[in-house]
């Protein structure tokens, strides 16, 4: 008999390989073998998926810091990190259109006659998610070399690791929250205003450890940062705005806009008629 990993030769004996360490499979695959595997690479406490998720939350230096400092076997990396996050993400996206689909309704949280407009939004980026989070971690990293500028602690390469793991860490605990929340019919802009704070204040969190800074030192970091993002995003939409402007969709919400200023006015005039 054979590993069949490596092809060292085992003895009756072995239920392991001794070269290679590969554990040593003697039955035909069933569904009770399916889910103890599962188990055991998923659910159990030595796990390393597992470690990860709890170690970020608890010592995010410990997982993050040891990883830029060379250690690789202790937690899971952060490439691999990251691809779960976006496999999570993609799962979740599905269950929502799947089983969920009111709870993607933005009305409540859009102006009227913007709603078509902020569903296309929502459905560019349900579409390029995964795209959409690593344009994100190039773009923080960058927010936080600026305003770390004095502090050289990290460089702009470790800062794209530091923000993989976050921003990870985050889709992977948001995709959770959202589907327990589509359970009870919360629609996506309400987890919107409820996760957001979540997310600043995980990230100030990581931060915080990373740079070892006083509460007072990462507040005024936080808002910094705030403050150039929306720098960026107000550019952002400016630019979004001339091409809207040019492409003939701004002139849609804006009739979209009116139309409903009229239908709400009307709606009025026939209630005060009627009473």
């Not at 030192?217 to 940062?225: C, D, E, V």
């Given at each position: 008999m054979v590993c069949k990993n490596c092809k060292v030769a085992l003895l009756e004996q072995n239920n392991y390989c001794p070269n290679c360490g590969g554990k040593v499979i003697?039955?035909?695959?069933?569904?009770?073998?399916?889910?103890?595997?599962?188990?055991?690479?998923?659910?159990?406490y030595d796990n390393k998926f597992l470690q990860t998720f709890i170690a970020l939350f608890t010592q995010p230096n410990d997982v993050i810091g040891s990883y830029i400092q060379g250690t690789r076997k202790k937690y899971v990396n952060v490439i691999s990190y990251f691809a779960i996050a976006i496999t999570l993400s993609g799962l979740q996206i599905f269950i929502l259109n799947k089983f969920f689909?009111?709870?993607?309704?933005?009305?409540?949280?859009?102006?009227?006659?913007?709603?078509?407009?902020?569903?296309?939004?929502?459905?560019?980026?349900?579409?390029?998610?995964?795209?959409?989070?690593?344009?994100?971690?190039?773009?923080?990293?960058?927010?936080?070399?600026?305003?770390?500028?004095?502090?050289?602690k990290f460089n702009y390469t470790e800062l794209l690791v530091i923000f993989a793991y976050i921003l990870s860490q985050i889709s992977i605990i948001s995709a959770v929250i959202t589907v327990i929340f589509a359970l009870f019919g919360v629609s996506i802009g309400s987890m919107a205003l409820f996760l957001l704070p979540l997310q600043i204040i995980?990230?100030?969190?990581?931060?915080?450890?990373?740079?070892?800074?006083?509460?007072?030192?990462?507040?005024?970091?936080?808002?910094?940062?705030?403050?150039?993002?929306?720098?960026?995003?107000?550019?952002?939409?400016?630019?979004?705005?001339?091409?809207?402007?040019?492409?003939?969709d701004f002139e849609k919400i804006i009739e979209a806009q009116k139309a409903a200023k009229e239908v709400s006015y009307t709606i009025s005039s026939l209630i005060n008629w009627t009473s």
């Open positions: 003697r039955k035909r695959i069933n569904f009770r073998n399916l889910l103890n595997d599962f188990g055991a690479q998923f659910l159990n689909p009111e709870v993607l309704d933005l009305s409540t949280v859009t102006a009227k006659g913007t709603e078509d407009f902020s569903k296309k939004n929502l459905e560019f980026i349900n579409e390029y998610q995964s795209l959409v989070m690593m344009l994100y971690v190039p773009l923080y990293a960058l927010l936080a070399r600026l305003v770390f500028l004095k502090n050289k995980y990230s100030a969190y990581c931060l915080k450890a990373l740079y070892t800074l006083s509460a007072e030192g990462i507040i005024l970091k936080t808002l910094m940062f705030l403050v150039i993002l929306g720098v960026c995003f107000f550019l952002f939409a400016m630019i979004m705005g001339v091409f809207m402007y040019y492409s003939g």
